[in-house]
């Protein structure tokens, strides 16, 4: 498990080197604008299994996925216009939104669900990432399953350290800012907060708002 300092001057470098890594099949441990990720290729099964085994994930857990922009997100789910205009007062953002899914990605992700929860970040690192890949990544918080998710590095480094298996290559940017998790909202019918984390939403008085 090779760490890697993350710093302003070698953002251009650290970029490369992910995408490289992702290339690859590795998986890499993150920073992200809410909590450090768990982030690899979300069209390869194989790198799937292995993330849900370096989490020790329920099989039955879906897993979240970043998307560089809506017309991404448009590829692997069913967004009508006023979804889209919803996704546009959000994202980029805190918010992973649940949809009703294409067959696009491999159904490990999903545990038979027809929904998939999607969100674009609002994090440099990862946004650039994600432009240059051209396709989406795995959006799990890098913790063991049960254990909190963090934005300590010390406290996300010695969760993997002592475990048979480990991410490949863990991205050290320091502490990030506090944060929780993302707030989730299923899109499939009315809109509904599942989990209400970073990102405090009021769906009302969204919905209700004169763009929307």
Known sequence: M???KVSPRNFKKIVEIATKLIKEGKILVFPTDTVYGLLADAKNEKVIKRVFKIKKRLKRKPTPIFVKDIRMAKNLAYIDKFQEKFLKKIWPGKVTIILKRKNILP?????????????????KLVNNLLEKLDF????TSANISGKPPSTKIKEVINQFKKKKMQPD????????KPSLPS???NLTKRPKILRQ???KIKIKKLIKSESL
């Open 136 to 139: 989406p990544l795995t959006g």
């Open 2 to 4: 090779k760490v890697i």
């Open 169 to 176: 290559v863990i991205l050290d940017a320091g502490n990030l």
């Open 107 to 123: 159904n490990i992700l999903f545990s038979n669900k027809k929904t998939i929860g999607l969100r674009i970040p609002n994090y």
């Open 197 to 199: 984390g970073a990102e």
């Open 183 to 185: 707030t989730v909202i």
